[in-house]
């Protein structure tokens, strides 16, 4: 690690963002990561203590650079997915889980909740990120390890969920109810959700990367996400698994879903032409908007989606404009914010998105520079703040955002991850 911070620091001629970097990337690992006695790795979000699928991967993903040449960081990013499918194989629908089985949770949303899990709301990302990691680790490092039988087992029970979860309304028993809360932390239909079209190839979730529920049951960048990991399930099960079977599964679903996006995911604005929606419901309803959350519309190419590329051209105008509900402009920045957090609150997340998505570096090194500029002093990445006075925020400590502006720095200074 100091030799890659000396490496780093040999290429970066702006302190500011220098100094940035080393405590976001620290931060993280000196943190929120607990090796445990089995060498798998926990790693919470940060100020709250419970671990993520979602965000532990997007939370270590940078340290693959540093895990090409230290066994120790590849020990912990492969610990990490045999963690993520050891929860995986306790509750598939969950999105975060405890340490171990304590009965910590955010609310007591089932009479006989399992103790490991913390949240049980159903969010398609919570299965794609474990997936990504562990494909990630295989084309940056050649590690193959992570792949044993229990992620074998683990993507075949996700590729069975999303099945079911193209026929949300006939095959699926998942219900999630929250009393005496927010109308965005519970669903609808006694826990069912919106009414969606079923068998249009589309995967329905219950909860958005936000942990809000999804207006329409359809997300459309959490279908992208699905499309892309299940090529990559093909590629791990044809070349290193050597199950034909399960990469010709994982192919014919990836494609199957695929259409699915192409023929209901997008529609027709005056403004910007075809775009892709945020979510819709397969009757022929469209959630227009983006959320600074990943996945999101703003970051299908950071994914890796290849989508028609005039659409997605569109989707990008319409995001990073006033047109988007949750894009603000104020005196110190403008990006995409949240239904999450407070209006006219912009995320760093989304910031580093467009920053990693940028076409010129003049832009990437903008919005690394807003970056540095909006932590209110605090040395720390934020989740949302007030696109007018900073120093007003969410989340003091927010891990994922700090990979994340680590992520843009380490793009700025030349080092790509291989996707």
Request: net charge negative; charged share 25%.
């Amino acid at each position: 690690m100091d030799k890659f911070l000396k490496e780093i620091a040999q290429k970066c001629n702006n302190q500011a963002w220098l100094k940035q970097f080393i405590t976001s990337y620290t931060n993280t690992l000196d943190k929120t990561v607990k090796i445990l006695p089995n060498k798998t790795a926990h790693v919470i979000t940060g100020d709250i203590p419970a671990m993520w699928l979602r965000d532990s991967t997007a939370q270590l993903r940078p340290y693959l650079f540093v895990a090409q040449q230290n066994k120790d960081v590849l020990s912990m990013l492969v610990g990490l997915v045999k963690r993520q499918f050891f929860y995986l194989d306790i509750d598939i629908y969950a999105n975060a889980f405890n340490i171990e089985p304590n009965g910590d949770c955010w609310e007591k949303d089932y009479e006989n909740q399992n103790p490991w899990v913390w949240e049980k709301k159903f969010e398609i990302d919570s299965l794609c990120y474990p997936i990504q990691l562990a494909y990630l680790i295989w084309k940056n490092t050649g590690c193959t390890e992570q792949f044993d039988e229990n992620f074998k087992k683990g993507v075949v029970n996700i590729i069975n969920l999303f099945k079911t979860e193209q026929y949300h309304e006939e095959k699926s028993e998942y219900r999630f109810i929250r009393k005496n809360s927010y109308f965005t932390d519970t669903l609808s239909r006694d826990g069912k959700g919106a009414l969606v079209k079923s068998g249009i190839g589309l995967i329905w979730s219950g909860f958005r990367p936000s942990d809000d529920a999804c207006t329409y049951g359809y997300h459309i960048p959490s279908n992208m996400f699905a499309v892309i990991v299940l090529n990559y399930v093909y590629e791990i099960a044809k070349d290193i698994l050597h199950d034909i079977s399960l990469a010709d599964e994982a192919r014919k679903l990836a494609d199957e879903v695929y259409n699915a996006i192409e023929k209901y995911g997008k529609t027709k604005t005056e403004e910007f032409g075809d775009v892709y929606a945020y979510e819709v419901d397969g009757f022929g309803m469209f959630n227009l908007m983006d959320d600074a959350n990943v996945p999101s519309l703003l970051s299908m190419e950071y994914l890796g989606y290849k989508g028609d590329k005039k659409t997605m051209e569109n989707t990008r105008k319409f995001i990073l404009s006033e047109a988007n509900p949750y894009y603000y402009t104020g005196k110190y920045a403008s990006g995409v914010g949240s239904p999450h957090t407070p209006s006219n609150y912009i995320w760093h997340i989304a910031l580093a998105i467009q920053g990693l998505t940028a076409k010129t570096i003049e832009e990437k090194e903008q919005i690394l520079q807003t970056l540095v500029n909006t932590t209110a002093n605090t040395g720390m990445m934020h989740e949302g703040f007030d696109v007018n006075n900073p120093s007003k925020f969410t989340r003091e400590w927010f891990s994922w955002a700090n990979a994340m502006y680590s992520e843009l720095f380490l793009d700025v200074m030349g080092y790509k991850i291989k996707i």
